[in-house]
């Protein structure tokens, strides 16, 4: 009994370690990882929101203006879509309004408070509004979240430090 308890220990063990670094784990339902959207990994689908998927799409072809009303849709319609919150925040600020872009971030990280790609965008966006102490606060934050070193924590580190170095003047994409 004691061996097998052992072996059950060790097993757990080399599960727990494999997901932490992200190796897959062959025999668990879904691969072993939780990867994507956040999903809690019980193994159902759920049909993309085609509102969500116009949006991103029309980030990804820089037209800000368009994803803006989608994205306020699919978050009035779930008001729990950290995601959704992240994006139409990326889309105001890219369209210009970094002000209006903060209190949507700040939604996002309330939802989904490991959420990487949230601290990152509300940083540059502190950037282009002059405040580099909250950028700051927000790429310690990003530090924090990342075991080890992450894009969105390499991005906005590289942003800020390229904010620092030209006094203020060079700032991340605010605008059209």
């Known amino acids: 009994m004691a061996t097998r308890k052992a072996s059950i220990r060790s097993f757990c063990s080399v599960l727990v370690l494999a997901g932490l670094l992200g190796l897959p784990t062959v025999g668990l339902p879904d691969g072993g990882s939780g990867g994507g959207g956040g999903g809690g ?3 159902t689908t759920v049909p993309a929101d085609p509102d969500y998927t ?4 029309a ?11 989608l994205l306020e849709k699919v978050t009035a319609r779930d008001g729990k879509n950290a995601d ?15 002000q209006r872009s903060i209190p949507v971030y700040e939604k996002a990280l309330a939802l989904d408070p490991r959420h990487r790609g949230a601290p990152e965008y509300i940083g540059q ?10 950028a700051k606060e927000h790429l310690a934050r990003l530090d924090k979240l990342c075991l080890f070193p992450c894009s969105e924590y390499r991005d906005l580190k590289k942003a800020v430090e390229a904010y ?3 006094g203020g003047k060079v700032k991340p994409a605010a605008a059209r």
């Open 164 to 166: 620092e170095s030209s």
């Open 54 to 57: 116009a949006a991103v799409k």
């Open 84 to 98: 959704a919150y992240n994006w139409l925040a990326y889309a105001i600020r890219r369209n210009g309004d970094p």
């Open 41 to 43: 990994g019980a193994g």
């Open 59 to 69: 980030i990804k072809a820089n037209d800000f203006s368009a994803a803006i009303p």
């Open 125 to 134: 966006a502190y950037l282009a509004l002059d405040n580099l102490a909250k």
